[in-house]
């Protein structure tokens, strides 16, 4: 009969499991009793009740424990148990029942708990102090545990599990007082104060001599209530009762109530996220009362850590089982509840306070800080670790199991021991993340303000790293090593990769180990280089990291969904994107091993480190042996290179970028630092070429399309582009592309030819107009027929960041109408500012009514991207709350509401607001990427280049130079002709920044392509002019028949458009916002106007000149008023810039006169410069702001020669517009003559040998340098007085005054001229021919 009742429970135990099932349960029990009895009995006895009820279940534990107290007699002592067997696993069945109602049932849990009739909890807790069975004791604990315990329908999130969460944590706390109440755990002597505060429904506490209660604590010392706890309660029966059966299951069902009852704060970081900081992702436990016991024993629940300290886990490994497997149960419990109580330890708070400095004595927020902080479980824990204690040498031996139990091991004995050593390794990893903080910060602050405390406070003498400690345990740190090998447990693979990255950081495993033999040397290495070297494990342990590189996920992207990512950081969990959990776990172990590569590759590292040795390097010369062919020996690397191979040939999505972005951004910075370092560069470079063009095949394998196009699509997708991935393969581009142009570079240094010339021809080759039928990833169409490779990869970075950008705002905006909801009052007071992309205005309405500055937050991620740490901007909006709450500005609910929405606001639009700098920073990154292989391409390795002979390069350098002044011209160089409307909204003004800077990175690459350019039309110039010599007749009267010169294969009206892009690209916002975007704009015009005048020097392009320079004027005369636009922000330039733009500005100023030269109308240049009166300005700042500069040039060692380069474009500017009368009258008007008559400079003509050679130094001698002032000065009087005239008498009156004011140095010059000692030279004759002349024109006007 009661084995059919045992059965039944069992039964509907099973079924109970389950949100739903569990309620039905809790409906079913309870309406059993509803059913059967009188609803007017208000009590019924407990053999009366139905048997499957709840009045059944907690009537007879009421009614066993009422009986049994009656018959103690007054020897506390425990009793023989006097419940039936049958009884005792009847009750054990439906506790069972009841355990798994309250676990999946939040419901079930409140109806039960606040039954005042059951009274639950205190019911199963008087029952626990009657002498009952162990086994029906460990019942009742995992069922009190249940609970208290956060269910899986908690766990799952959520506005409801939010306030569910909210109850179980109140309802832990009390359960604590019950627990402290009962005496269970024997933690008081005071029993009068323990009277005091018992709850309501206690039954007494038995006595206990009267002590005077120890009020100090002792941390780490291990002692403190030994005498204490051996008193009696669980620890008398866990020594006497099953120690003596050799079987815990009280003692393990105690250790798990405990774990129960200290919950993981909803705003800290799970115990399993071992990315996050432990210290800023930190937050007190809401379920342990910190206050717990005060009135008679120091507060906190560290008496029931020591307990399971030192009753069960130190004493774990000497007790004997009759099950050998429980040991590992009861490690994996006790672990545990030490795990958790390292995770609800809160270091933020003092560490912040330790930054302020509030070191006042009656600062009582800090006081409270600091006696949270000593009486909390988890200080305990840390300080026992840090001093070298048993607990240390406990989990060590725990790890020493060895990594081949754990992965041989199975069913519930191999989930004890994978759990176990988990738990251990995550353990001794937030010990090495907090130590430091702990050590230099905490420490010192608590023991400078120790007095605040209250009670005295004992500390180990010596406390010191776990590295130091780890240190004389080698091999136990080897054994964590050898873990990467586990299979059975990616965790403990993870955890195991952490612990090294930061073993491999510590001073202490960085040091030098002498003891490494090699054959007959002793190697010098690093020290854990060493440890792993020469143990037994060492092929193993890289084995393991082969393995893990090499495993594959089933979901090989497993990226987040917006809502949780959203949930996430509206948590504070997230100050960007990549510290989000958006991978597998083979992704996560992947990811962590790279990152352990690339932190030990660093040059603070000296070589060989833990990165040399996984990847193959030879330990004795790492810089010059060659790396181990796969077929001899495995090593990291050629497992990297194998992941990198995936997909190759086949550039689509199969490619590894395509499929796993991050892992790929991650190879591709590996190998661009291996190939880049000093020290691993040659000998990786070396070892790819050998086994294949590596470069060349991962450029042809990567597809152009990023993402798909959102204008080829034509409508709003289901899907958008996930930001994670289109940042990854942004920084993955920029990794590779960076490395091809190292290694094109490097290849064109050592004159391999043929590997150089296949990269770049593939660069400038012919792209595909499609992707794998996602249609074109180009805007426009091509202009010559063909698009280059190089081209096209520019295109697409532009696409995927247009299109990411506006997928970003949708996301924004459905996430805000979610959030926030429209028919809120916060809603409606604003206008369309709701679903501004990015939060526009920086969540500046949210902001303002709470009063905080958002920009205070924004911190630098680990890529340097500037982002909002969200952590600490939640932080600042709950201060913000709370300040307005105690200011009584929340007394009603619509205020409340309105906050509440305000924070969401702030917290949602910041949160895309790192997602679109995090985008943008990525695509900066490619861009710069992308412009270094494009720059290598044009200048090192151009001549490597074989397309199609001197037209394949000309055509080429203009396509490039066309494909990027076209971006540079544009007003919204990113969204012009953008995707659908739906998604689109007007850039912000941050946005239009950000663009600007990134156009003026590009402005040098412009200014290259122009050069190139030009350079190929002055080599169709010089063949030109050389085919005519060669032409010309021989020595015989006969010619010599040579091809004739290649002249431009361009057509002019493609030209003419680049000219006008060019013009457009200085009058740009962008432009007008940067001086350097539009200096090299200018000095791309220079290089055009340049190339199309030497063109022209070839008679055969005569015409084509002419159709070019009339076409050009057309342009600069268009409606726009181009040209005066260009002309005047060149004169503002000139007039008003850094040196360098001046004499930029001036030559471009000079080239436009000569090209408006041409026209028979008066100059367009000297109209404008004078109605815009520039005239008075140059002419002006010769002799008020450039005489002294160029007086200092002139020094023996001057400190710049800016003010000589300005110097010489002005005066050339001057000599182009002097060769016409309109220009000349101006310069006349404006006092040019006057200026240089009163400038000092022309008066410090050094005394030095003209015959010397000029020296070949960056500086020129000061004979040169004065030269070089001098005669613009003469040839701009020279030409001034042979434009404008005899008949004007104020230009000779003017002139013969200049010639007065520098008489002694023109009298030098003729003097040293005419000396017949002299040596002449063509500078010296130079001089006194223009002095000569001057002289004559003025003698000439007197006479």
């Not at 609970?147 to 329908?153: Q, Y």
């Not at 988890?378 to 031996?397: M, P, Q, T, Y």
């Not at 150089?756 to 992707?771: C, H, P, R, S």
Request: glycine content about 6%; charged content about 20%; aromatic content about 6%.
């Amino acid at each position: 009969d009661i084995g059919l009742v045992r059965g039944y429970y069992n039964m509907l135990s099973s079924l109970a499991c389950g949100a739903q099932a569990s309620v039905c349960a809790h409906e079913f029990l309870g309406a059993s009793e509803n059913k059967l009895m009188s609803p007017s009995r208000a009590h019924v006895a407990s053999n009366q009740a139905p048997r499957c009820s709840w009045q059944a279940l907690f009537g007879a534990l009421s009614h066993y424990a009422s009986s049994m107290r009656q018959k103690d007699s007054a020897d506390a002592s425990p009793k023989t148990p006097d419940l039936p067997d049958g009884e005792a696993a009847l009750l054990r069945s439906l506790l069972r029942l009841c355990r798994t109602t309250v676990r999946y049932s939040i419901v079930a849990r409140m109806s039960l708990y606040e039954n005042a009739e059951y009274n639950a909890v205190v019911t199963m807790f008087d029952f626990l102090g009657c002498a009952i069975p162990v086994s029906l004791k460990a019942s009742l604990l995992d069922t009190i545990a249940a609970f208290g315990e956060l269910g899986p329908e908690i766990l799952g999130g959520g506005g409801e599990a939010d306030n569910a969460r909210q109850l179980v944590d109140e309802m832990a706390r009390r359960i604590w007082a019950i627990l402290e109440q009962s005496q269970t755990l024997p933690t008081t002597n005071d029993v009068d104060a323990l009277r005091q505060a018992r709850p309501f429904g206690m039954e007494r506490v038995p006595l206990l001599p009267d002590r005077t209660p120890q009020r100090g604590i002792s941390i780490g010392r291990g002692s403190g209530n030994r005498q204490l706890l051996s008193r009696g309660g669980i620890v008398y029966e866990l020594e006497e009762v099953e120690a003596a059966a050799e079987t815990y299951p009280e003692m393990r069902a105690f250790v798990r109530l405990i774990s129960s009852l200290i919950h993981v704060s909803n705003s800290a970081a799970a115990l399993s996220n071992l990315d996050r900081d432990p210290i800023l992702y930190s937050a007190p436990s809401p379920s342990i009362p910190m206050d717990l016991g005060e009135s008679y024993r120091t507060p906190g629940i560290t008496p029931y850590l020591v307990f399971v300290l030192e009753s069960v886990m130190l004493k774990a490994e000497q007790r004997s089982y009759q099950y050998s497997t429980e040991k590992w149960s009861v490690y994996a419990v006790s672990l545990d509840a030490i795990e958790r109580s390292l995770g609800t330890l809160d270091l933020s708070g003092l560490v912040a306070e330790a930054g302020e400095q509030r070191l006042s004595r009656t600062d009582s927020g800090l006081a409270n800080s600091l006696r949270a902080l000593v009486t909390h479980p988890g200080f305990e824990i840390v300080i026992r670790i840090l001093c070298g204690s048993k607990l240390l040498d406990a989990l060590l031996n725990i790890l020493n199991v060895g990594v081949d139990e754990v992965n041989m091991s199975t069913g519930d004995v191999g989930e004890c021991i994978n759990q176990s050593v988990l738990c251990t390794l995550r353990i001794l990893l937030r010990i090495l993340r907090i130590q430091e903080t702990l050590l230099r910060t905490v420490i010192p602050l608590l023991l400078e303000s120790s007095d605040m405390l209250g009670f005295p406070l004992t500390l180990p003498r010596s406390l010191t790293t776990l590295e130091q400690l780890l240190l004389s345990r080698r091999q136990s740190v080897v054994q964590i090593v050898t873990y990467v090998s586990c299979t059975s447990s990616a965790d403990i693979c993870l955890a195991t990769i952490k612990i090294l990255h930061i073993l491999s950081d510590s001073v202490v495993f960085n040091g030098i180990d002498d003891r490494v033999a090699r054959g007959a040397d002793m190697l010098t290495v690093n020290r854990l280089v060493g440890m792993i070297d020469r143990s037994e494990e060492s092929v193993r342990i890289v084995h393991g990291f082969i393995n893990c590189l090499g495993v594959e996920d089933d979901d090989s992207v497993a990226e987040s969904r917006e809502v949780a990512l959203i949930s996430e950081a509206a948590k504070g969990f997230t100050s960007g994107l990549e510290d989000q959990q958006s991978t597998g776990p083979a992704q996560s172990i992947r990811l962590a091993i790279i990152d352990l590569l690339l932190a030990n590759l660093t040059p603070t590292k000296p070589a060989p480190t833990i990165a040399h040795y996984l990847l193959g390097f030879s330990l004795t010369r790492p810089a010059s042996d060659d790396l181990p062919d796969p077929s001899q020996r495995a090593t990291c690397l050629h497992t990297i290179l194998d992941l990198l191979r995936e997909g190759h040939g086949e550039a689509g999505p199969s490619s590894l970028i395509s499929k796993r972005p991050r892992l790929a951004e991650r190879c591709y910075h590996l190998m661009y630092h291996l190939c880049s370092d000093a020290v691993t560069g040659d000998v990786t470079t070396r070892f790819l070429r050998g086994r294949e063009n590596f470069f060349y095949s991962q450029l042809s394998s990567t597809p152009m399309a990023i993402v798909p196009d959102l204008r080829v699509l034509g409508e709003e997708p289901q899907s958008v582009h996930s930001p994670i991935r289109v940042y990854a393969q942004l920084h993955g581009r920029s990794w590779l592309w960076r490395s091809s142009a190292l290694e094109l570079h490097t290849l064109v240094l050592q004159d391999a030819r043929s590997r150089a010339k296949l990269i770049g021809e593939w660069l400038v080759g012919d792209a595909e107009q499609t992707e794998d039928g996602d249609g074109s990833v180009f805007s426009g169409g091509s202009i010559l027929d063909s698009r280059m490779r190089i081209l096209a990869m520019f295109d697409s970075l532009r696409q995927a960041y247009r299109d990411s950008s506006s997928a970003l705002q949708r996301q924004q905006r459905v996430a805000e109408l979610e959030y926030l909801r429209s028919d809120d009052s916060m809603m409606d007071e604003d206008d369309d500012e709701g679903a501004a992309p990015f939060g526009r205005g920086k969540a500046s309405l949210g902001a303002e009514l709470l009063n905080v500055d958002v920009n205070s937050c924004i911190v630098t991620n680990e890529r340097g991207c500037a982002v909002y740490d969200l952590h600490a901007l939640v932080a600042l909006l709950r201060q913000a709350e709370q300040a307005l709450d105690q200011g009584g500005q929340l007394g009603s609910a619509g205020a409340r509401q309105r906050v509440f929405l305000a924070i969401r606001r702030v917290v949602i639009r910041s949160y895309f607001g790192n997602q679109e700098r995090e985008l943008h920073y990525a695509y900066a990154s490619a861009l710069r990427g992308w412009k270094e292989l494009a720059e290598i391409l044009v200048t090192s390795a151009w001549n490597k280049i074989d397309s199609q002979g001197r037209a394949g390069c000309e055509r080429t350098a203009f396509q490039l130079l066309r494909g990027l002044v076209r971006v540079l011209s544009e007003n919204d160089p990113v969204f012009a002709g953008g995707a659908s409307k739906w998604c689109m909204e007007p850039p912000t003004a941050e946005q239009e920044f950000r663009h600007a800077e990134l156009l003026t990175a590009l402005a040098p690459t412009l200014t290259l392509f122009a050069e190139r350019l030009s350079q190929e039309w002055t080599r169709a110039g010089v063949l030109t002019r050389a085919s005519l010599a060669m032409n010309k007749p021989g020595a015989a009267g006969q010619a010599r028949v040579m091809p004739p010169a290649l002249d431009t294969q361009l057509p002019v009206e493609p030209l003419l458009d680049t000219w006008r892009m060019l013009v457009c690209a200085a009058l740009t916002p962008a432009a007008a916002a940067s001086l350097l975007l539009r200096g090299n704009v200018y000095a791309a015009m220079l290089h055009v106007l340049g190339g199309i005048r030497k063109l022209g020097e070839s008679s055969s392009s005569a015409g084509q000149k002419s159709r070019l320079v009339s076409g050009a004027l057309d342009i600069l005369a268009d409606s726009a008023a181009l040209g005066d636009r260009l002309l005047e922000a060149a004169s503002a330039d000139a007039a008003d810039s850094s040196d360098a733009w001046k004499t930029v500005a001036f030559s471009l100023l000079n080239a436009l006169a000569s090209l408006f030269a041409v026209e028979s109308r008066p100059n367009r240049v000297v109209m404008l410069l004078a109605r815009k009166n520039f005239f008075a300005s140059f002419v002006g700042s010769i002799l008020h702001r450039e005489d002294h500069a160029i007086q200092a040039a002139l020094q023996p060692d001057p400190a710049s020669l800016n003010a000589l380069y300005i110097y010489e474009a002005k005066m050339s500017f001057f000599l182009r517009i002097a060769q016409r009368s309109d220009g000349a009258e101006r310069l006349l008007e404006n006092g040019i003559i006057d200026v240089l008559a009163d400038c000092a400079f022309l008066d410090l003509r050094p005394q030095s040998d003209h015959g010397a050679s000029f020296a070949d130094a960056f500086i020129p001698i000061r004979a040169e340098r004065f030269h070089l002032l001098l005669m613009p000065a003469l040839n701009l009087m020279l030409a001034l007085v042979a434009r404008i005239g005899r008949d004007n008498l104020t230009l000779w009156m003017k002139a013969a005054r200049f010639v007065s004011q520098h008489h002694a140095v023109l009298e030098a010059i003729l003097k040293e001229a005419a000396a017949p000692a002299h040596l002449l030279s063509i500078a010296l004759l130079t001089e006194a021919k223009a002095v000569t002349s001057l002289v004559f024109f003025i003698a000439r006007q007197r006479a």
